[in-house]
């Protein structure tokens, strides 16, 4: 079964300093990607999504994230951390031929410290 | 464009009683999905609708979850009677093509 694994669960950065949150997945065929975030008493928000074309992907926020085959991989990274950045990061994947369900990773929530 | 909203946004309620959680999806979107997130673990695909119409259960946990979508819009999702384990917050996501999810803002829910 498909799975998602992102590593650490809690990510701590000073402010203006490089984000780097790991996603990896496990299907052997390339599946949609997708970073969400979630602030603080609200909804998951799309930070951005891979679904074809250019590997590297740019949202919003100033965050991008690049897909690599090679590695199953999908990390997200930001140049330089901002105070707001503090929220929860989930990455997500669903089939292509699939009914668009969305399988999620367990979450990194990311501390920024001024 | 007004986004997924969900209602309750907060129920507390005993072990054994019932509860009912709504999504109303962005107008037009035929697909809408739910999902739960237990406490410390990751959040988890419940069911999928297309219009009214249940395209994918295979995360309902048990018989004790019913979902409907009347007409293909609102969504209802009832669970009786509610076990301690149910507690969690409930996310509705509606989408237009099955590729980008809109969520809502969730249900946390508790069963004491």
């Known amino acids: 079964a498909q799975s998602v694994t992102q590593l650490g669960s809690h990510v701590s950065v000073s402010e203006g300093a490089l984000v780097l949150l790991r996603c990896n997945y496990s299907s052997s065929v390339p599946p949609y990607l997708f970073w969400y975030v979630q602030y603080p008493n609200q909804g998951l928000q799309l930070l951005l999504k891979?679904?074809?074309?250019?590997?590297l992907v740019k949202g919003i926020n100033g965050f991008e994230a690049e897909f690599k085959k090679s590695e199953t991989s999908f990390h997200l990274t930001k140049p330089s951390a901002h105070m707001s950045d503090a929220a929860e990061y989930f990455c997500a994947v669903s089939e292509r031929s699939n009914t668009g369900k969305l399988i999620f990773g367990q979450g990194t929530t990311l501390q920024v410290k001024p | 464009e007004a986004g997924v909203t969900q209602f309750p946004s907060h129920s507390v309620i005993e072990k054994g009683q019932t509860v009912t959680l709504r999504c109303d999806p962005i107008s037009g979107h035929d697909n809408l999905y739910w999902y739960r997130r237990v406490m410390g673990k990751e959040i988890k695909f419940l069911l999928h609708f297309v219009k009214e119409s249940k395209q994918d259960e295979s995360g309902m946990p048990n018989n004790r979850f019913l979902a409907e979508r009347t007409g293909g819009t609102y969504s209802t999702l009832k669970v009786q009677p509610a076990e301690l384990e149910d507690s969690g917050v409930y996310f509705c996501?509606?989408?237009?093509?099955?590729?980008?999810?809109?969520f809502g803002p969730g249900t946390r829910l508790t069963v004491t």
């Open positions: 996501a509606s989408s237009p093509d099955r590729v980008e999810q809109y």
């Open positions: 891979y679904t074809t074309g250019a590997t």
